[in-house]
């Protein structure tokens, strides 16, 4: 039995209340945001269960150690306060299943981590991977599972993310580099939340690919473009990542647009929302996000998640701003794009 980290005296305490107050789809003062964790944690019942869009903010609000969303969560699936009709959180798990269909590379002790996304078999070539490829893994016996929490679903999760750790386990290998962010969060962030063990290092690809572009500096043509950077959910787990974008855009001369959108402020890319809360929803936060973009005079949106990519990336491009993956914005900085 899998239980979650969270201490409500914690709370009770907490300076800010930051999780709720910093949420951007409520309303929210410190006070008010204590008493409802309080109260979540506690099984009653909170206005948060109908308002939160599952945009995993919270993860990152909190500096106090807690999992306000993963708590959220848990209650929901309690209470039986689904995101979405049963039919299609199911249609959704049975696609993550594991059934025995995954691809590897010629695995070695450090080895790539594809997830559950066909985009990096065509994506992860070139001089930047040369060091590590053809070491990779590929399909549901690897992928985390973990967008499942958006449909109010830990349930699959805890089941079936500790069998994926052994999957990793029994390859032998010492250092996994996961390519899809929300894999990352999951191993780097879920996994402790829930005291499951990872044995073996977990490094996030934005850590990896500044550190290949620092081997290869000599390489490197400043672009020169304006771009603004599309965050997604997942990156709110591994926020003590989010300083690479930065750190990758200045090691290749880009510059990241200051707009109102983005770190901490960052808007989703509304694929969920047209999901489990309609197109309303989804509408208006794409185009306040896509505003901003343009108004700041960004000329390439960079994303990180395919997913997002695959959701936004018709409808920047129809504003005049190019959508790009930093896979491949760090291929055009080495003239390989
Ligand atoms: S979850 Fe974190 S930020 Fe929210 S009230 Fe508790 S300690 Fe404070
Ligand atoms: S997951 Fe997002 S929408 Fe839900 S409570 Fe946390 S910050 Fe608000």
Redesign the pocket.
Known sequence: MLTLKFDEN??KT?P?????VKCQYMNVDKDT??EE?VKIFRGEDSFVFNDCVTCYG?EE????G?H?FYLITERREEKGLLTTPRAITRQWINIGEPQGKYRLGKVKEKVLSFGFMPEFLGWVKGRLFEDVMPSFVFGQEFFCNVVYIHFANTAIIKERLPTIVDNFKKLGVKEVVFMHDECYGSFANLAPAYGIEVPFKVTHYYEYLYNRLQELKDEIRPLNIKVAYQRPCSSRLSAEKHHYVADIMKLIGVDLVEREYQDENALCCGGIFSMCFGYGLADDVQKRNIDDMAEHGAEYCVFNCPACQGTLGEKVAKRGIKPVHMIDLCKMAIGEK
């Open positions: 914690v709370c907490c800010t209340g930051d999780c709720l945001a204590k964790m919270c609000y909190c500096k106090r807690n306000p």
